[in-house]
């Protein structure tokens, strides 16, 4: 991949920001176009942000406001609103709607806001038309819950989510609902509005063969657990840009390590990742769930209160909290 001239791609995130800016009028917002969405997701860093709790692990609106008009102050391609580290997997319907009008409404003028839709094909369904009524910009389609089905099932269950709504539609390949390179292409050319694919996998093979397949008629998202990890040799397979959970808490650091791995600067993401990224994956591997709460912890370990996660997860220790916040110090 050659490299990036980085003044004519800075140029082209900021008229498509300047776009989607227009796109609003008051209260009223008008459709963001799928292909305008779609350069602007892979012209930068992605960003997942934790989804707020109070005491009783109710939604927070005041804390989560403020920390999306923080990670909106930072140059970040796109905002994925009740995600996998937004906890959107314990959230009700009635709460996700809730949490991506609240986004929209804090940041939607300023950065992309991407809505959920989740479990089974009706209810995903639902959800990619409440994201549309919501304002959000585009819609990333999780796999299934639980559910085992075969290439023809998943290809139908995608279909009926983009022909719900008018919107941007981005697919998340992971888990039970892992789509082969033929039913990526076949999804392609059926809906106009699939526009994104995002990798929870790593098969080097399935990438290549789907983006050889394919080529940029979809953007690619990298979606392993800490995709730092990956970022560099997944550059090389069309994956321009990936979600990036420790942005919620290291924005700067975050950005940083972006931009060396667009630059294919090898000596700057390595170092990085053995200064901060593999010590805090050291923490992370300790229990279950914790690339949720490990994220949270760390936005404590900065001053922004990053709170409790609801169970199932369960929080970092006190002795994990300490150590991490002692990383984390050495990179902010």
């Not at 892979?42 to 990670?71: I, K």
């Not at 697919?171 to 809906?191: H, I, K, M, P, Q």
Request: overall charge negative; some cysteine; aromatic content about 8%.
């Amino acid at each position: 991949m050659p490299r990036l001239d980085a003044y004519r791609v800075s140029l082209h995130a900021e008229l498509l920001l300047d776009m989607h800016r227009r796109c609003f009028y008051g209260d009223r917002v008008t459709l963001l176009p799928p292909d305008v969405l779609a350069d602007r997701i892979r012209s930068g860093l992605l960003s997942f942000p934790v989804t707020h709790f109070d005491a009783d692990l109710q939604f927070d609106e005041p804390r989560y406001r403020e920390h999306l008009a923080w990670q909106a102050g930072f140059d970040v391609a796109g905002l994925f609103a009740a995600g996998g580290t937004g906890e959107g997997f314990s959230l009700t319907p009635p709460e996700i709607d809730r949490v991506v009008r609240t986004a929209v409404s804090e940041v939607g003028d300023r950065v992309p806001v991407v809505a959920p839709a989740t479990g089974g094909t009706a209810l995903a369904v639902a959800q990619a038309k409440a994201a549309q009524d919501a304002g959000a910009a585009g819609v990333l389609l999780f796999p299934p819950y639980l559910t085992e089905a075969g290439q023809r099932g998943l290809a139908e269950h995608v279909t009926a989510v983009c022909r719900a709504t008018d919107l941007g539609v981005i697919v998340y390949s992971r888990a039970n609902a892992v789509l082969d390179d033929v039913t990526v292409g076949e999804l392609a050319e059926r809906n106009p509005n699939l526009i994104g694919y995002k990798d929870g996998v790593g098969e080097i093979e399935r990438l290549t063969r789907i983006y050889a397949r394919l080529g940029d008629r979809l953007t690619y998202i990298g979606g392993l657990p800490t995709a730092e990890t990956f970022a560099l040799p997944l550059l090389q397979l069309g994956v321009s840009t990936y979600s990036s959970a420790i942005f919620n808490f290291v924005p700067e650091f975050a950005l940083r390590f972006y931009a060396a791995v667009r630059e294919q600067d090898r000596e700057t993401v390595y170092g990085l990742l053995s200064e901060f990224v593999i010590p805090y994956l050291d923490i992370r591997d300790r229990g279950k769930g914790y690339a949720v709460s490990i994220i949270k912890a760390g936005l404590t370990a900065v001053g922004r209160d990053g709170g409790r996660v609801r169970p199932p997860l369960t929080d970092l220790s006190d002795d994990e909290r300490a150590e991490l916040a002692t990383l984390v110090q050495k990179v902010s």
